[in-house]
């Protein structure tokens, strides 16, 4: 059975920093990519930050400089550190997997809330 379960969302002053970890299994993950998105309220679902097997990464620019991706394939999870947050980050935050070069997830998971004030 495939799952990603994310964890560390909550409620943090502008300014602060969580890590959030997403822990797969029932899937190869060190071949996977793994995505977080976002989404706040009345927006779409917005990619934040990708990384390949290969730990190539990439940010959309709102993140840059703030958020940081990383896996580690002997745990099958996949983290996102955001520092410097600021209340525009509030967003549930989505972990999603997807086949090498590809552009669709294959896989979700529920989702964690981050909430930052002002």
């Known amino acids: 059975q495939v799952q990603l379960v994310e964890s560390g969302g909550g409620l943090v002053q502008s300014g602060g920093s969580l890590t959030l970890p997403c822990a797969a299994s029932g899937i190869v993950f060190s071949v996977l990519t793994m995505d977080w998105y976002r989404q706040a309220p009345g927006k779409q679902r917005e990619l934040v930050a990708a990384i390949t097997g290969g730990h190539t990464t990439d940010y959309a620019d709102s993140v840059k400089g703030r958020f940081t991706i990383s896996r580690d394939n002997a745990k099958n999870t996949v983290y996102l550190q955001m520092n410097s947050l600021k209340p525009e980050d509030t967003a549930v935050y989505y972990c999603?997997?997807?086949?090498?070069?590809?552009?669709?997830?294959?896989?979700w998971g529920q989702g964690t809330q981050v909430t930052v004030s002002s």
């Open positions: 999603s997997a997807r086949p090498p070069l590809k552009s669709l997830p294959i896989t």
